[in-house]
């Protein structure tokens, strides 16, 4: 009888799937690919469309089974916050987040086993980014993983230290990397999308919100700094964050609205043509606990700028210009002095683009799959 691995794939076909539907996607269709001998892996869903049934299915050929939750996702997201189903029952059960059956079971049974996923703890550093329903979710879910999760995956050494700090889980923290999304290739028809989306002919492209955390105010300042190259900015996210405008934030740092593009791509064959066109990439953000962003770029052999947020700088290893973030001002120039140096010098630019697409070598899907299912054998 084969050994099933129960992977929780609810989040690909959520209304929006978002960083974790991606990253369940991708490392779904690696542990199907990477299964060893005598093991398959079963999807588990709440509730759902039978056409969401069905995209699952097209979506992971060589799925053994798809477990069908009698509940629908906010219902099972809180009975699994309360301990109060016991659905999808035993087994090894992996989830590419905190929405799992976290429960108590018999760690001496083999093969029964659940182990969880965590992408950052904004809920705990920056609470004011999330809704209140959501930082209070993600709170009680970690505590329960702290009682019942048998391991705790995260990205990166960085979020490690940070997850460590917040809640006592001894030596269940495992560190398995991500890698870029699937389908992340400049396609044949890439002309058809830079006119679809009005991409300048030259620009930098920056992945955020106007939320301060995420720092894309931050480079905006900067590109209205004297001297700096006036190099368009597509911005990778919404027009708006409350109740500003990425237009207006833009013209009180001093940089004209006709420089600044908000796109939002539809898949990632549209990303793969922004970022690959893109003179850089600047990745901002002050607190990060995932470099997927960067590794992306890495993977299109697009020169990196980012700051020197942990996550960022693990990610990374040198192979972006590392910008110190600081306290008490001058981030801003320093962006400005980067942006400066990789718009107005090939040669940096080269050097950043070569050492990305060798440190992009670092990160396979297949690779994170195969450490997965050693966690699970070594559990």
């Known amino acids: ?150 391991a705790v995956v995260v990205s990166t050494h960085a979020l490690a230290e940070r997850l460590a700090s917040i809640v006592d889980l001894g030596d269940r923290i495992r560190v398995i990397g991500t890698a870029p999304r699937s389908g992340l290739v400049v396609p044949a028809d890439a002309r058809e999308i830079v006119e679809r989306l009005a991409l300048p002919a030259e620009y930098l492209v920056v992945e955020g919100t ?56 539809d898949d990632a064959a549209a990303l793969a043509v922004v970022l690959a066109g893109a003179t850089a990439l600047v990745a901002p953000s002050h607190d990060e606990g995932d470099g997927t962003s960067l590794i992306e770029a890495f993977s299109l052999g697009v020169p990196v700028i980012h700051s020197d947020t942990p996550a960022y700088a693990e990610v990374a290893a040198d192979a972006g210009i590392e910008v110190p973030v600081g306290v008490g001002g001058g981030y801003v120039d320093r962006l400005a002095a980067a942006v400066t140096a990789v718009v107005e010098q090939p040669d940096v630019a080269e050097r950043l683009s070569i050492a990305g697409t060798d440190r992009a070598h670092a990160f396979d899907w297949r690779d994170s799959a195969e450490r997965v299912w050693q966690l699970h054998a070594d559990l």
Do not use: N
């Open 1 to 150: 009888m084969p050994t099933t691995l129960r992977v929780i794939v609810d989040q690909v076909v959520a209304p929006v799937p978002g960083p974790i539907g991606r990253y369940a996607e991708a490392l779904t269709r690696a542990l199907i690919e990477t299964a060893p001998r005598g093991c398959q892996v079963e999807g588990v869903v709440s509730s759902s469309l039978p056409s969401d049934y069905e995209r699952l299915l097209e979506a992971f050929p060589g799925l053994s089974g798809l477990y069908r939750s009698s509940l629908a996702r906010r219902e099972l997201a809180a009975a699994w916050q309360f301990g109060l189903t016991t659905s999808p029952g035993g087994g090894m059960i992996h989830a590419p987040s905190l929405f799992a059956p976290l429960r108590r079971h018999d760690r001496t049974v083999p093969g029964e086993q659940v182990v969880v996923t965590v992408h950052d703890v904004l809920a705990w550093t920056h609470p004011e980014s999330l809704t209140s329903a959501s930082v209070a979710w993600q709170k009680a879910m970690l505590k329960r993983a702290r009682r019942h999760a048998d």
């Open 210 to 265: 106007l939320e301060p955390r995420k720092g894309v105010v931050d480079l905006l300042r900067a590109l209205g700094r004297p001297g700096v190259p006036e190099i368009p900015l597509v911005v990778l996210g919404p027009q708006t964050w409350g109740e500003q405008h990425v237009s207006t934030v833009a013209e009180e740092a001093g940089v004209a609205p006709s420089r600044v593009v908000a796109v939002e791509p």
